[in-house]
């Protein structure tokens, strides 16, 4: 079963910087797009980031561009989410997402989600 594992819940004063990590298991990342999605309390799921397995064409929200990073590394099997400049409004739970075809924004376009992870950005 296509498993896809976030690093743990975690707390982060404003202005700090985290890196976020997916490890796939029984997926090759280099063979699907990676995103990162997020939930806030109270907010519906949104898009993040996302990179293409193609080519390593990367797509990011408004919100985060100029401040996250997604790469992945083809090695571990993993993607990977760094957040600077952080936020409040970037507390959510983040979610690491997966498809087999071309970047997209929509949730119901990623066939395999990890269990996601609670990013808490105090003010």
């Known amino acids: 079963q296509v498993q896809l594992a976030e690093s743990g819940c975690l707390l982060v004063p404003s202005l700090g910087s985290l890196i976020l990590s997916c490890a796939a298991s029984?997926?090759?990342?280099?063979?699907?797009?990676m995103a990162w999605f997020r939930q806030g309390p109270g907010k519906e799921r949104e898009f993040v980031a996302a990179?293409?397995?193609?080519?390593?064409?990367?797509y990011y929200a408004d919100s985060v561009k100029g401040r996250f990073t997604i790469s992945r590394d083809n090695a571990k099997n993993s993607a990977y989410l760094q957040m600077n400049s952080l936020k409040p409004e970037d507390t959510a739970v983040y979610y690491c997402?997966?498809?087999?075809?071309?970047?997209?924004?929509?949730?119901?376009?990623?066939?395999?989600w990890g269990q996601g992870t609670q990013v808490t950005v105090s003010s």
């Open positions: 997402a997966a498809q087999d075809s071309s970047a997209s924004v929509r949730n119901s376009d990623y066939n395999y």
């Open positions: 029984l997926l090759t990342v280099s063979r699907y797009t």
């Open positions: 990179i293409r397995w193609t080519v390593p064409i990367v």
